[in-house]
């Protein structure tokens, strides 16, 4: 099968691990493309719907999964979406919530709304993504102008790798806040990744 007729995943650069993940326990690495697009969209997520939309455009006759949530998009991925009826996408409002599940991360957010949340993947590229990328790197100041309102930041982690669990740590003194660490592992994520669907055909 070529990589043109496979089903199609178009998928958040931050989910490389945790898809591969999914894929190859399901037996499907070799069976389904992956597009990625930048994971640096999360500081631009007014980006994600079109260049998803550009990719959609070129695949209208494959199966064809988005591996976002909205994303920040502000429901303009579900607008997008609607366009292509076959397409579905990943539940829920971010990777947060799909990997913790709506439950516990509902539950987190009732408990303190005033929260910062880490992933494996941001906890690791904090300095780059969230550092950097909101220009707190030359203007340490501004840390208190976008982070005054939180007070703790939540690792909802994929593994158990201490050097993660040490960068969220890190994380969150930087920022001045508290830390927690929920290990939510991969389950919730793999129940919102439709192995069925992607699974060619003969």
Known sequence: MSPDSRPLIIACGALVTELR?????SGLEDSVH????PANLHNRPE???????????????RHVFVAYADCGTGGHLDLVL??????QR?????CYEFFA?????MAAHDEEPGTFYLTDFLAKHFEALVWQGLGLDKHPELRDVYFGNYRRVVLFSQTNNPEIVLAGKT???RLGLEFEHRHV???????SVPVSFLKPTD
């Open 34 to 37: 992956v597009r990625y697009l």
């Open 90 to 94: 990943l539940p829920g409002a971010h």
């Open 21 to 25: 993940a999914v894929l190859q326990a």
């Open 185 to 191: 592992g991969l389950e919730n994520f793999a129940k």
């Open 82 to 87: 609607a366009k292509y009826p076959k397409v």
């Open 47 to 61: 980006n994600i719907a079109p260049q998803v939309e550009e990719l959609l455009a070129q695949a209208t006759d």
């Open 101 to 105: 599940g709506s439950r516990e991360f």
């Open 171 to 173: 994380a969150a003194q």
